[in-house]
């Protein structure tokens, strides 16, 4: 229950053992996991009013995995049932409601709470959660599990949106009453969402401009339908284990090799690479789109890397048809009919999409002052601002005791989302775990620990520093923030991942209590004792 704002008293406890902030991959891993760790006091705080994050949020037409299905589940639910190779996003949302059902996370889920602001409050040891609309909620510790797409763009930075009077669709807030046929039909941006959302409308549109900044790498992806046979097969125990981990040893491969390399090998064999790539695209356009201009128009001129790659056999083929335009013309400004470009010609539409991306993790603008609070007044935006994104193990930062990030500086290591936020929240639960054992009420990495594994991560990261802020530094990519960092991709790879949030030593930490101190006091005129207060006591050793 939310307390009513008011300071909180001595000796009192908090509303919650720990607090987990979203029910989207993440915080679903990190309820399991606290369940099979015998925490039964936590909550899940949901913004929205389902699990699921992105796949409850997103329902936009084509909407489905990129990845196959096998390979985007969690190792502890693993389904048989996928009714294609790349599952559509109905049934991805399903799967994890079927999943919060099955462990028994629903009464732990607190829908509709939007978390606004986390303060750290040292004279109790735990977290004062600011929700939107004035209630605080506290928690002893909290799990950040937000995900690593926080929230989409809801200015896409193009002058004039609020005087255009036509229908605007957003991939995260689709309109599927608003009627298609027939319609004009513009799509800004040519990233995941769009890629999906082209030839799924195409055929229903009268007509369509996609208007595109930078060209997408897409390649074919069909998605046939699983067979029944082959389900029953994936039933077999230990098989999608099996392969799922063959496929990550390949990634782990590939990325230990790019973070080991020395850097006289790593930039010919990058520049190579791409070169290659690119040549190899070009004569894929060429079977696959007719018109040579836009054959070239979507032809990049960077790594296949360098931005986040999509797959649809569709997309590309949207362009053949008589009623989609490929537009490279630079927005100037959105008019009330439509959208006027640079060349100053005016192009009417009934609905556009604002296909424009979200505010990302590895961001440092994500983390606005205030947002996060920790000890002695260190506000995590402030300090991303100052001091570039970091984390140890990407999870956790000296100064934000007793809280831990899911997707965080330098996390993603080439799997599948659930396979890192299960190995991140293994990091959390593992921690407030032997807090719980030890009756600590302060966990905080040790400021020497993080240094040294920030110190390492960010020597390991060369390579791909090289590859996106030099290499392809002329294309715009989340995977390279405005610092310049490529904090998004963990360099070392899934295994050294795995086995850093899982077998982190404690003494990496310093767990500690809230001890009872006796304030000295003047004596009082009646005699009576000075009252005894808690005073946080927080450098002891582990």
Not at 182 to 194: E, F, L, N, P, Q
Request: with cysteine; glycine share 10%; aromatic share 10%.
């Amino acid at each position: 229950m939310a307390s009513n704002g008011n300071p909180s008293t001595s000796g009192s406890a908090p509303d919650h053992e720990v607090a987990v902030i979203g029910a989207g991959p993440g915080g679903i891993a990190a309820g399991v996991k606290l369940k099979q760790a015998g925490v039964t006091d936590f909550v899940i705080i949901e913004r929205a009013d389902e699990v699921g994050g992105s796949w409850n949020e997103n329902h936009y037409p084509g909407l489905e995995v990129d990845i196959p299905s096998i390979a985007y589940q969690y190792s502890f639910a693993r389904n048989a049932n996928w009714s294609r190779l790349f599952a559509p996003g109905a049934e991805v949302k399903q799967y994890h409601i079927d999943v919060a059902q099955r462990f028994g996370l629903y009464p732990h889920l607190r829908f509709g709470t939007n978390v606004v602001s986390e303060e750290w409050d040292e004279d109790n040891h735990w977290w004062k959660l600011h929700v939107e609309g004035g209630a605080i909620i506290t928690a002893r510790f909290v799990v950040s599990a937000v995900g690593a797409f926080v929230s989409p763009k809801q200015d896409p930075g193009i002058p004039g949106l609020e005087d255009y009077q036509g229908k605007l669709q957003r991939p995260s807030e689709w309109d599927h009453d608003y009627d298609l046929t027939g319609k004009r039909v513009a799509i800004i941006g040519t990233g995941a969402s769009s890629v999906q959302i082209t030839p799924s409308i195409a055929g229903e549109v009268g007509t369509l401009a996609v208007f595109q900044r930078t060209p997408v790498w897409c390649i074919p992806k069909p998605n046939p339908k699983i067979p029944e046979a082959v389900k029953v097969v994936l039933r077999t125990p230990g098989l999608q284990a099996a392969t799922h981990g063959a496929v990550l040893v390949a990634v782990d491969l590939v990325l230990r090799a790019m973070s080991n390399a020395p850097m006289a090998v790593v930039r010919p064999t990058m520049r190579a690479v791409d070169a290659s790539a690119i040549a190899g695209y070009r004569g894929l356009l060429r079977l696959m789109v007719r018109d040579p201009q836009t054959r070239a128009a979507l032809t990049p001129d960077y790594g296949p890397i360098a931005k986040r790659p999509t797959a649809n056999t569709g997309y590309l083929l949207s362009f053949n048809r008589d009623n989609v335009e490929l537009v490279t013309t630079s927005i100037e400004r959105f008019t009330p009919s439509g959208i006027r470009t640079t060349d100053g010609v005016e192009h009417e539409f009934d609905m556009v999409v604002l296909a424009t991306g979200y505010h990302v993790f590895s961001d440092p603008e994500t983390y606005t002052p205030g947002m996060v609070v920790g000890r002695e007044g260190l506000d995590l935006g402030k300090f991303y601002t100052e001091h570039g994104l970091q984390a140890y193990e990407s999870v956790s930062l000296p100064g934000l005791p007793n809280r831990w990030t899911l997707v965080g500086p330098y996390s993603w290591s080439g799997s599948g989302w659930h396979a890192f936020v299960e190995m991140t929240a293994d990091h959390a639960v593992r921690a407030i775990s032997e807090a719980r054992r030890r009756g600590a009420t302060f966990v905080a990495v040790r400021e020497e620990a993080h240094d040294a594994y920030h110190r390492a991560i960010y020597q390991h990261g060369a390579a791909m520093r090289f590859y996106l802020a030099e290499l392809n530094a002329h294309v715009p990519t989340y995977y390279r923030n405005s610092q310049g960092d490529s904090t998004y991709i963990r360099p070392t790879g899934f295994f050294a991942a795995r086995r850093g949030h899982r077998r982190f030593p404690f003494s990496d930490y310093r767990f500690d209590l809230l001890r009872p101190q006796v304030i000295t006091a003047p004596p009082q005129a009646n005699g009576a004792k000075p009252k005894r207060t808690r005073r946080a006591k927080t450098d002891s050793p582990a």
